[in-house]
């Protein structure tokens, strides 16, 4: 696995890690547990035990500029979410960060849930507009004529997709015979 110059991004006046190794991005953990006030070594421990988490995390070399690299312990930034979301701690920080979590998955699902309602509410009153106009339609002679029209024009279409089998069948017949 060849690691590469990591990136750091800034929260709570804290730098967080992160480095990508073969095309997987992963995320420091101890910063992030600076950076939320919440203690590392407990939180180390949860990781390492805990049935997903386990088999997730490594450690990886991290080098940030011309500074010189540290080992940390990361975890895939696939599941760096969900961890974070399952720490249960007091502290201040941390409780900030949830609030500003729960806001997030509220407001994402909430506009989710209110827009799909909207384009349902649209797509009923076209669908009784729809209905409307076809019941008006129903009831015209125009209407009625132009349904015959396209009946003719399928069973014409139908009967000629016939002939042209034939003509092709009857050509595969001569041409087999001379």
């Known amino acids: 696995m060849k690691d590469s110059i990591s990136n750091f991004l800034q929260f709570n006046n804290t730098n967080v890690l992160f480095t990508t190794v073969d095309g997987v991005t992963y995320v ?59 720490i249960n701690s007091t502290s201040p920080e941390f409780l900030d960060f949830k609030k500003e979590c729960y806001d997030l998955l ?16 649209g797509k009923a009153e076209v669908t009784v507009k729809i209905d409307e106009l076809k019941n008006k339609l129903y009831q015209s002679a125009d209407y009625k004529e132009l349904l015959e029209l396209e009946a003719k024009k399928k069973a014409y279409t139908t009967q000629m997709s016939k002939v042209d089998q034939m003509v092709l069948t009857q050509s595969e017949i001569k041409f087999e015979t001379n």
């Open 28 to 86: 420091a953990i101890k910063p992030i547990c600076q950076a939320l006030n919440v203690d590392y070594s407990a939180q180390l421990l949860r990781v390492k035990n805990d049935p997903l988490l386990g088999s997730e995390y490594g450690v990886y070399h991290i080098q940030v500029g011309n500074l010189q690299g540290r080992k940390y312990t990361c975890i895939s930034e696939k599941y760096i979410y969900g961890w974070i979301f399952s």
């Open 106 to 121: 509220y407001n994402h699902f909430h506009g989710v849930i209110g827009r799909r309602k909207e384009l349902l509410l």
